[in-house]
């Protein structure tokens, strides 16, 4: 069964950085796309940006650009997403998801349980 | 405000048939790429419905249908069941190859 299971929830002061992850199993995960998605609280889903595990290529949305950083480590399949420096406005659910295809265009399937990221002074 | 627009709500009685609009442009929907769709019930993770616009994935049921023409698409639910509430997501790319999501549906039953 091909599973994406996400770090717990987390949190934070303004100003702390943070690191969450994704670790996929029941697949190859060099083989397909993980992508980031953030759900602020009571609003939709908005794409951050896409890795590739093989080679770590990844796309920024430019709304994440410079914001946030996309990794991933092929030897323990996991994906991660993390901030520097952490504002109240980060505070939301952060889904991983895989592409259901091997092209960096392609629906997602699945997701991982998400994770809650609460930052507050 | 999402590039991809959808109305904020619809709503049907039990038995019913609603269809949900999603609507982009010529740099997104238009420009060639597959529409899918996404459902979201209350406190879980989306869960993928339809793919390349019009085709289910095993397990959803056949009263979920979707279409695409030109710069916009659409997902049609028949014979509405309580549990269909939830929230529904468009999603697309843009000719950059950044993703998009619509701004999400919420459907009461």
């Known amino acids: 069964e091909v599973q994406l299971v996400q770090s717990g929830a987390e949190v934070k002061k303004p100003g702390e950085s943070l690191k969450i992850s994704c670790k996929a199993s029941g697949y190859i995960f060099t083989t397909y796309w993980i992508a980031w998605v953030r759900q602020m609280p009571g609003k939709g889903l908005e794409w951050m940006g896409i890795i590739y595990p093989a080679d770590s290529d990844t796309r920024y949305s430019p709304s994440f650009q410079g914001q946030v950083t996309i990794s991933a480590d092929k030897s323990i399949s996991t994906a991660s997403l993390q901030w520097s420096s952490l504002k109240a406005s980060d505070t939301a659910m952060y889904y991983c998801a895989r592409g259901r295809r091997t092209t960096v265009v392609t629906d997602f399937d699945p997701w991982g349980q998400g994770t809650l990221v609460t930052v507050s002074s | 405000q999402s590039v991809l627009t959808q109305p904020p709500s619809v709503s049907g009685a039990p038995g019913q048939r609603v269809t949900i609009s999603c609507t982009g442009s010529s740099s997104n929907i238009g420009a060639g790429y597959d529409v899918h769709w996404y459902q979201q019930l209350p406190g879980t993770a989306p869960k993928l419905l339809i793919y390349?616009?019009?085709n289910r994935p095993s397990g959803v049921p056949d009263r979920f249908s979707g279409s695409k023409s030109g710069t916009s698409a659409s997902l049609a639910i028949s014979g509405l069941q309580a549990e269909d509430e939830a929230d529904y997501y468009c999603q697309s790319y843009d000719n950059s190859l950044s993703g998009l999501f619509g701004g999400g549906t919420k459907l009461t039953v």
């Open positions: 390349d616009n019009t």
